[in-house]
């Protein structure tokens, strides 16, 4: 229903081919299971998608904004995309 806490973690990737992405999305996923013993959900936002501070920390609340917005959907399948188009090349 929409209602309550649930565990997101957003983090930026860097340099990673699409297997290793695919890798860190599921290995992050197992971790916070096997440790919360509840599910996550996991984004890996693109390289300089988090919001800082203006004494460059990380802004929690804005970044959370941005995920209630939505706006960290459109990277999640953008994240996707280069996987699937290397499956669809093998």
């Known amino acids: 229903d929409g209602s ?3 565990i997101v973690v957003v983090a930026e990737r860097r340099g990673m081919s699409a297997e290793a992405l695919s890798d860190l999305h599921r290995n992050v996923a197992k971790t916070i ?3 919360a013993g509840a599910p ?3 984004i ?3 390289p300089h998608s988090m ?3 203006s004494s460059g920390k990380l802004s929690r609340a804005k970044v959370r904004q941005k995920y209630l917005a939505g706006e960290f959907d459109a990277e999640a399948s ?3 995309a280069p996987k699937a ?3 669809a090349h093998v």
């Open 44 to 46: 890996l936002a693109k």
């Open 4 to 6: 309550g806490e649930k």
């Open 85 to 87: 188009l290397a499956e």
């Open 51 to 53: 919001v800082l501070t």
């Open 33 to 35: 299971q096997t440790a």
């Open 78 to 80: 953008e994240a996707a």
């Open 40 to 42: 996550a959900t996991v």
